[in-house]
Structure formats: C-alpha cells, structure tokens
C-alpha cells in the first residue's frame, strides 16, 4: 500500500556543528563541554576520533550543501558552537570569522532551496563556563545565554525562521551527574534536577527576546522523550511507567508547552531532596513563554517494570527508585547500536502528544539507525547498499503516516543523519548518514542506496509499504 505525504511535510536531515566541523579555526580558550571531554578522555572514544576534525564541515560545506540539494532535502537542522561564537563570554566579543561561517552555511543552504533550522546549544556549553560557574548551575550562565541568543536572532533572524534553544536538554547532566557515566563522572543529583530547571528557565527567557524582537519565524526547543511501556497491566508496572514519563518527559515537555511543572513532579522533587528553588516570578515567566513548536527525537522504546527492591537508605536518589528497566523478550534488535528497532513508537509518541498536548505543533527532529562496518555492504560500483537504513527509515515513516491520517499535529520527519558524524564515545564506530564519510581520504564524501532512495520520496512524495496486519487502528 500507499501512504501520499502531504506537500508541506518536512522531509530533512539533521546533525550539529560540534559532530560536523571539526576545529578549523578554533582559538584558544573555545573549547565546548564536548572538546573538553574529548580532550580528557580520548580512550573513551571509538578509535580515537572526536571533535577535532568530525566531517570537517569548517572546509568542505559547500559539498554538503550540494548534496543536500541533489537528495532534495526540505530542511536542514544544525546548531551554532555557542563556544566557538565568542572570543570573550563575558563581554560577548564575537569571533567574526565563525559568525561569518555560519552566515555563509545559511545563505549556500537558501541558496540551494534547503530551509535552516538552528539549535543555540546541542551540547556545546563552552568549558570556560563549566570551569568558572559550573555551567547551568549558575543564574549567571542563563544571563549569558539569553544574552549569545540575543545577538545570534539580530544576526541571523531575518533569514532563519526555526529556532531551538536546545537539543536534548536532559542529556549531558543525566549522563554526568544522574548516572555518573561520563567526564567529569560526578554523581549530583540535586544538581541534575537543577540543570533541568535552569535549561527549561533559559528557554523561557529566550523565547521572550525572540518575541520581542518581531521576528518573522518561531521558536522552540528539541526533546528526546522516551515512549514507555510497563512491562505488565499491573497496577505497580503502570505505576513505573508513569514515574519514568513524569521524571523524564514531563519535566520538559509540561513547563515548555504547558508554562508549568506537574504538581506531583513538584513534590517528589522536595520529597527526594532534589528541589531547585524555583521563585515566583520564574514560574511566571516560564508560564507566560511557553514555546512555538517542539522536536522530538525518537529512536527506541523505554520499557520499565515495577521496582522489586526498597531504596537503600544514604543512597543518593535516582529516579530507578520507582522503576526497574525491562528487557522485552525476542525483541527486534539493531544489534550494531544495542537498541531495539519499535517502529510503533512513531504512531504511540504522536497518539502520546495529542491526547496530553493537543495544541500543540511539533515534528519528528531526528530518527535514524547506526551500523557498525557498513564498507562491507558497498557493491562493485561503490555504493553502501545500506538497505537496512531503507526499511528502518520506510517503517518508522509509515507509523508516523498513520498518525498524522489519525489527526497528529505531526510537521515533518528529520532524518539523523545527513552525514555520517562523530558521536560521544561512538566516534564513526556507528555510521548514520544518508552521506559517507571517509576517514582516510580526507573526509570524501560519497551517497549511499539510502541516500537515491530518500531522494526518491522527496521527490514523489509516496511512501511504499508492506499490507501488514498489525498497523495501528
């Protein structure tokens, strides 16, 4: 069968300015929380490679962008490095030759038809204000963020109409301070809950200086939700489920979209001594700035079940307190990643923001799948045969489709990612892209079947899809 995708569906790719451009340029004291992790850990990461070269988007962005044109993408959503954008945070200097960049990377990309869409931040906090003020721990940072938003929205609003304050904003403190998996490994929690609240507080802030500036566009942020599932109808795996969307997802998407947090959130935040003191007048301003429109990346299912074990007593808190993951049994696997393949939560993640926030508009900012030595599937004339990326790409469209028929506020779907790309840890280990990428000749660039066939559906906009039984209803 058939699914016709509607004209002004978002059909794009995404990726980040730390993945692509490597350190063409960079001066001293520019390193992102990212280049500093990557400069401490080096062994952490897959064969050595980071940030410092990535696809060396810096020299050869020209190239993408005609790539892009020939696949046809609608848009193309990156981020500007907040850390390479200034040679001085405080007195916000801006380093014009970086500015300059990304002015050029938004005229080649209107040039070529392709719409930009930028993130102010996809983990790219600079170190100097880790090191000073203990990133977002600090009021002061918020300031200085609202402030680089300022001058990125007088610069460049008049030509980019999509902005997000964030990508993934719970990510780099679930990892650090939550989980304590990654440099600098500090186990916080309470600093955790509080780097999610001032994160949804600069959001708020800067959304009010893009509506005070007039700006002909919008403004928004991209969460990473997870589609739970509890493991069981019981009572107590339906009651895991729903502190990990609360703990998780809400604390995000409630203030953004709603302009307030759940009052059960609230409690357990003072109940587990992870209250971030929030004043009256920053509750009213996150209530009188919600956002624009959302991005929802997706890519695999959260599956819980009741928690069997009492929480022990001085064990800092960790929201495992009211869950226990589940491991689903012959669950299909991308086994290169270690993530399970669930087309269904394209169609459950929209059904999931209809019902809890209805009014609101939102696309599918990142979907895709990772695999591990994809030279192997290249035939005699070159090509990466990457067929796998096809039907992973064909099958989460098709769930989303249906959704949309359903009465989905659903704009677009956003592939990750253009390009193969550096990732934490990841390195090029797992390659994403519509685009390989070439570590050993000088970052070539070459399409795969992937690549000719999403060009196709852009083009013809008709999604080709198995009669399969069990399509959502």
């Given amino acids: 069968m058939n699914y016709s995708i509607p004209e002004n569906f978002i059909l794009g790719a995404a990726a980040s300015a730390w993945q692509t451009e490597g350190w063409s340029g960079k001066q001293a004291g520019q390193d992102s929380y990212l280049d500093a992790w990557y400069e401490a850990e080096p062994f952490v990461w897959h064969q050595g490679y980071g940030p410092a070269v990535a696809t060396d988007f810096m020299n050869q962005y020209k190239t993408d962008v005609r790539l ?12 500007i490095n907040w850390s390479r954008f200034f040679t001085d945070y405080e007195n916000l200097v801006v380093d ?62 008049d030509r980019v109409k999509h902005w997000f304050t964030f990508n993934e904003p719970i990510v780099v403190q679930t990892r650090v301070y939550l989980d304590a998996i990654r440099w600098p490994h500090e186990q916080n929690s309470k600093k955790w809950m509080l780097w999610n609240y001032h994160k949804v507080l600069a959001t708020a802030r800067v959304v009010e200086v893009y509506k005070a500036g007039g700006y002909a566009g919008r403004i928004g942020c991209i969460l990473n939700p997870e589609m739970v599932y509890p493991r069981s109808s019981s009572k107590e795996d339906q009651a895991a489920a729903h502190y990990y969307d609360l703990l998780y997802n809400r604390v995000f998407f409630d203030p953004l979209v709603l302009g307030q947090y759940p009052e059960e959130l609230l409690a357990l935040c003072r109940e587990n001594d992870i209250w971030f003191e929030p004043t009256s007048e920053e509750l009213a301003l996150i209530r009188e700035n919600t956002v624009d429109f959302l991005g929802v990346n997706q890519y695999y299912p959260k599956r819980v079940k009741a928690q069997r074990f009492a929480w022990a007593e001085g064990q800092p808190f960790h929201p495992t307190k009211y869950y226990e993951e589940f491991d689903l049994p012959g669950k299909q696997m991308n086994n290169s990643r270690g993530w399970e393949i669930y087309p269904s939560i394209m169609y459950d993640m929209a059904m999931y923001l209809t ?19 994809e030279q192997r599937f290249t035939d005699e004339t070159g090509v990466i045969q990457d067929t796998y990326r096809i039907e992973f790409i064909r099958e989460h469209l098709r769930y989303l489709l249906k959704a949309v028929e359903a009465g989905a506020r659903c704009e677009g779907y956003m592939l990750w990612a253009f390009t193969d790309c550096v990732s934490p840890m990841n390195a090029f280990k797992n390659r994403y892209g519509l685009v ?11 399409k795969k079947a992937s690549a000719n066939w999403y060009a196709t559906l852009i083009r013809e906009r008709q999604l080709q899809v198995a009669d399969l039984s069990d399509e959502p209803k």
């Fill in 96 to 157: 014009e030759a970086y500015a300059q960049h990304i002015s050029d990377v938004i005229n080649e990309l209107l040039e070529a038809g392709v719409e930009p869409m930028f993130c102010l931040e996809h983990y790219e906090l600079p170190k100097a204000l880790m090191d000073r003020y203990d990133g977002w721990s600090s009021k002061h940072v918020i300031d200085l963020f609202v402030e680089y938003a300022r001058i990125v929205f007088e610069r460049y609003g």
């Fill in 436 to 446: 390989s990428i070439d570590l050993e000749n000088q970052r070539a660039r070459s």
């Fill in 68 to 79: 892009m044109a020939e696949i046809g993408l609608t848009h193309y959503r990156t981020s």
């Fill in 355 to 373: 019902e809890n926030y209805p009014d609101l508009d939102w696309f599918v900012a990142e979907n895709g799948m990772g695999q591990m030595d």
